[in-house]
């Protein structure tokens, strides 16, 4: 009998280990582009200085945490009042990036880094030009991909000349 569960017990704790599953490449850049996509809307979304537009792409839940120029956030609904705050203050915005880096992490779930520039327009006509490092991680939500949670630093703002 004791020879019995020996062999018993290595089936059963072989048997029972979790499955990994590996992406094929097809799978990752599949992944890769969706989520490039859900960023490059994000960031347009920021065009329109529409905070509940911009904020559509991010998730209310306990998973949400945003960090921007060494201020962390937990609280969803009070960034996207201080958002919608600084919005109106604006008269346009736009984000370009120049390089962008992509980690899948699995089929549902990847980190997007990324490096460029905003250009932001005051209500009163005045234009800054700053440098931008941002990192997202994107996740799959009840078949959603969303922002879940955000980085973004910006360098001191340059004043653009005639704007």
């Excluded at 996509?37 to 529409?50: F, G, K, N, P, R």
């Excluded at 009042?81 to 990036?97: D, G, I, P, R, T």
Aim: hydrophobic residues 50%.
């Amino acid at each position: 009998m004791r020879r019995m569960i020996l062999p018993l017990m290595l089936f059963v704790s072989v048997a029972c280990q979790p499955a990994t599953m590996e992406l094929t490449e097809e799978q990752k850049a599949g992944i890769a582009d969706t989520v490039r996509q859900l960023s490059m809307d994000y960031l347009a979304s920021v065009s329109t200085l529409d905070a509940d537009s911009v904020f559509s792409f991010n998730v209310d839940s306990d998973e949400y945490a945003w960090s921007m120029d060494a201020v962390l956030s937990l609280d969803f609904e009070a960034d996207k009042a201080a958002a919608a705050e600084k919005y109106a203050a604006a008269s346009s915005a736009h984000v370009a990036l120049d390089t962008v880096r992509i980690a899948v992490l699995g089929p549902d779930a990847a980190v997007l880094s990324a490096a460029g520039a905003v250009v932001v327009t005051d209500s009163a006509g005045q234009t800054v030009e700053m440098g931008l490092a941002l990192t997202f991680v994107a996740a799959r939500r009840g078949g959603r991909w969303v922002l879940l949670q955000g980085h973004a630093s910006h360098a001191p703002p340059r004043l653009v000349e005639g704007g």
